[in-house]
Structure formats: structure tokens, C-alpha cells
T-cell receptor, first 106, second 113 residues
């Protein structure tokens, strides 16, 4: 079993939709949870960083962590074409998911 | 503030050849990381430096990969000899210290034929 599981998609939504991206993990020792955005042929860019359980909001982005279920989510409100990218979850800095490819259609 | 710089951006070599990648981290960042990202996968940590010392190289295939960070600034990653399965994007990242906020460079895309 992989330590971090992430649905690779691809996910395609119309502009303005709410997007939900998710990861599950197996190691209950993970305490730090990150979401990165990676545009084509670019390096990952840190979007959100959460410690332990709970929610964190930053503009149109909300990160949720449910440690009891070993499940994390990233919500994007009012999605824009510029949000089209691959979204990677990461645990404790070095344990990355495979990424979900998102396309927002104008 | 300038970001993490990497060169070359693209490299094509034949198997059994050698190749080197260069990384210049953000000024003042003490911690430097090299990752390998195979197409369709997340980045995999190869090596972590704190200044010019190695913190973690447990996933570095030491029979063919080597890395150094002289003077605690720039770093080079070398592969010798390359195998087909080394085809990937090699990402360099840096952070002010061993924290969770890493800043990634654009990567070097290596194709081994």
C-alpha cells in the first residue's frame, strides 16, 4: 500500500465550479499536510500548508484535514481557467501523492 | 527575490553516458533538496543538504548518482552511467532551514535513449 494515494484524474470542470481534490494516507504519524500546484513544465508551488486536523482558508482555496479518517481535501471556489494545473498533496514534507490534473474550461 | 535556478532545462543523452545538473538556490537558503519526478508521479526526494552537509540521502542510488554542495550554496547532481529508467524531471528546491516551505526550481527534464 502506498503511503499517499491521490486520484490522478484528469478532472475537467466549467469555470466558476467548486473543485474538490482529495488524498488519503496510511501513516498516522503524519502531522503536516501540504498542497502544491504544478503548471506544465514548471516546478511545484506551495499553495496551502496545514498542521494536524482542521480547516485553513486562503482566498478561494480551503484545505481540510481529517486525521481520524486519514483524509485531506483541497477545495477551490469559483474556479478559473488559470487554476488549470496538476495539484499535488504532500505529507510531512517529503511524501507526495501522484497529483491530480485539473482543467477549468472557460 | 530571484527564485531557484536550474540548468540545463532539457537534456537528452544515451544510456551509459553521464550527465550533470546544476542548481542555484534562493540566496540565504541553508537547506537544499534534489527530487526526481517521473512522469505521472509525485516528486521523490533524492538528497537533502543542510549548508554543505548531507542530512538525508537514503533514496539516492549511490552506485550511479552523486551530489555535492560546495560552500553551502550551489549544488550539482550527477548520474553516471545513466539508465533508461532515469528519464525524469530533476527538481531542485530550497528553504531557509529544514522547514516545510520549500521553493522549487523549474526542473531539468532528462531523456535517456
Amino acid at each position: 500500500q502506498k503511503e499517499v494515494e491521490q486520484d490522478p484524474g484528469p478532472l475537467s470542470v466549467p469555470e466558476g465550479a467548486i473543485v474538490s481534490l482529495n488524498c488519503t494516507y496510511s501513516n498516522s504519524a503524519f502531522q503536516y499536510f501540504m498542497w502544491y500546484r504544478q503548471y506544465s513544465r514548471k516546478g511545484p508551488e506551495l499553495l496551502m500548508y496545514t498542521y494536524s486536523s482542521g480547516n485553513k482558508e486562503d482566498g478561494r482555496f480551503t484545505a481540510q484535514v481529517d486525521k481520524s479518517s486519514k483524509y485531506i481535501s483541497l477545495f477551490i471556489r469559483d474556479s478559473q481557467p488559470s487554476d488549470s494545473a496538476t495539484y499535488l498533496c504532500a505529507m510531512n514534507q517529503f511524501y507526495f501523492g501522484t497529483g491530480t490534473s485539473l482543467t477549468v474550461i472557460p | 527575490e530571484a527564485g531557484v535556478a536550474q540548468s540545463p532545462r532539457y537534456k537528452i543523452i544515451e544510456k551509459r553516458q553521464s550527465v550533470a545538473f546544476w542548481c542555484n538556490p534562493i540566496s540565504g537558503h541553508a537547506t537544499l533538496y534534489w527530487y526526481q519526478q517521473i512522469l505521472g508521479q509525485g516528486p521523490k526526494l533524492l538528497i537533502q543538504f543542510q549548508n554543505n552537509g548531507v542530512v538525508d540521502d537514503s533514496q539516492l542510488p549511490k552506485d550511479r548518482f552523486s551530489a555535492e554542495r560546495l560552500k553551502g550554496v550551489d549544488s550539482t547532481l550527477k548520474i553516471q552511467p545513466a539508465k533508461l529508467e532515469d528519464s525524469a524531471v530533476y527538481l531542485c528546491a530550497s528553504s531557509p532551514g529544514p522547514s516545510y516551505e520549500q521553493y522549487f526550481g523549474p526542473g531539468t527534464r532528462l531523456t535517456v535513449t
